[in-house]
C-alpha cells in the first residue's frame, strides 16, 4: 500500500512540474489574442464616439503610408508568416539599374535604358500598389524594408501581385519603351537615385 502511495505522489510530482509550461503556453497565446481583441474593440468604439474620430480615423487609414515591411518582422516572429512572397520571382544584376542618361522627373527622375529593359528591385519589401498613375503609366510601388516606397513607372509584363514579399534584385517587370520612370520618397522627403544607392 505504502508503494502505490509514494507511486501517486510520485506521478501528481511530475505532473505538477509539466503543467506551468504548459499552462504558460498557453497563458501567452490567450494574452496575444486578448490583446488583438482588445486593440480591435477600441479602434471600433474610437471611432464611434464623434464623427471627429471617425475622419480622423479615416483621414490616417487612407492617406498614411502604413509601415507594413517595419511590421512584418514583429508580426511573424509572433504569429509567422501571413504575406504570400513570391516564389517565381528571378533577381537579377546586384541590386542597381542600369541606365544610359537620368534627368528629373516630376518628384522623381526618369531613366533612359534599352528599350523593353528588365527593371529589378532596388530593395527588400512588400507590392503595396501595382496600376496606373498620372505621368507615370503603368507603376508598381514597393515599400522597402529600410522604410523607402520607391515607384517604378512606365513598366509592363509585370511579374509580382500586390502585397507580395519581394528581394532586392526581383525582377518586377520591363519598360514599355526605352523610360524609367523611378520615384523615391523616404520620411516625407524625394530622394535622388543616386543619393539613394550610396
Same mark, same amino acid.
Not at 22 to 48: D, E, H, W
Not at 107 to 115: A, D
Not at 139 to 156: C, S
Given at each position: 500500500?505504502?508503494?502505490?502511495?509514494?507511486?501517486?505522489?510520485?506521478?501528481?510530482?511530475?505532473?505538477?512540474?509539466?503543467?506551468?509550461?504548459?499552462?504558460?503556453?498557453?497563458?501567452?497565446?490567450?494574452?496575444?489574442?486578448?490583446?488583438?481583441?482588445?486593440?480591435?474593440?477600441?479602434?471600433?468604439?474610437?471611432?464611434?464616439?464623434?464623427?471627429?474620430?471617425?475622419?480622423?480615423?479615416?483621414?490616417?487609414?487612407?492617406?498614411?503610408?502604413?509601415?507594413?515591411?517595419?511590421?512584418?518582422?514583429?508580426? *511573424?516572429?509572433?504569429?509567422?508568416?501571413?504575406?504570400?512572397?513570391?516564389?517565381?520571382?528571378?533577381?537579377?544584376?546586384?541590386?542597381?539599374?542600369?541606365?544610359?542618361?537620368?534627368?528629373?522627373?516630376?518628384?522623381?527622375?526618369?531613366?533612359?535604358?534599352?528599350?523593353?529593359?528588365?527593371?529589378?528591385?532596388?530593395?527588400?519589401?512588400?507590392?503595396?500598389?501595382?496600376?496606373?498613375?498620372?505621368?507615370?503609366?503603368?507603376?508598381?510601388?514597393?515599400?522597402?524594408?529600410?522604410?523607402?516606397?520607391?515607384?517604378?513607372?512606365?513598366?509592363?509584363?509585370?511579374?509580382?501581385?500586390?502585397?507580395?514579399?519581394? *528581394?532586392?534584385?526581383?525582377?518586377?517587370?520591363?519598360?514599355?519603351? *526605352?523610360?524609367?520612370?523611378?520615384?523615391?520618397?523616404?520620411?516625407?522627403?524625394?530622394?535622388?537615385?543616386?543619393?539613394?544607392?550610396?
Amino acid at each position: 500500500m505504502d508503494e502505490y502511495v509514494k507511486m501517486h505522489k510520485a506521478k501528481k510530482k511530475n505532473f505538477s512540474k509539466k503543467t506551468p509550461s504548459k499552462s504558460k503556453r498557453l497563458s501567452k497565446y490567450i494574452t496575444k489574442f486578448m490583446l488583438a481583441v482588445i486593440f480591435f474593440l477600441a479602434s471600433i468604439i474610437f471611432t464611434n464616439t464623434s464623427d471627429k474620430n471617425l475622419l480622423l480615423y479615416k483621414e490616417y487609414v487612407l492617406t498614411e503610408s502604413l509601415p507594413f515591411t517595419k511590421v512584418k518582422g514583429w508580426y *511573424e516572429e509572433l504569429f509567422g508568416e501571413v504575406l504570400p512572397s513570391n516564389d517565381n520571382a528571378q533577381t537579377v544584376f546586384d541590386g542597381k539599374l542600369v541606365y544610359k542618361e537620368i534627368s528629373d522627373y516630376q518628384n522623381g527622375e526618369r531613366l533612359t535604358v534599352s528599350s523593353k529593359s528588365l527593371v529589378n528591385s532596388l530593395a527588400s519589401g512588400i507590392v503595396v500598389f501595382s496600376g496606373e498613375k498620372d505621368g507615370f503609366g503603368n507603376t508598381v510601388i514597393i515599400q522597402g524594408i529600410d522604410g523607402a516606397d520607391i515607384w517604378y513607372g512606365n513598366l509592363e509584363n509585370i511579374s509580382l501581385n500586390l502585397y507580395d514579399y519581394i *528581394e532586392a534584385g526581383t525582377v518586377i517587370g520591363n519598360t514599355v519603351d *526605352e523610360y524609367l520612370y523611378l520615384v523615391i520618397k523616404k520620411d516625407n522627403e524625394y530622394i535622388k537615385y543616386e543619393d539613394y544607392q550610396n
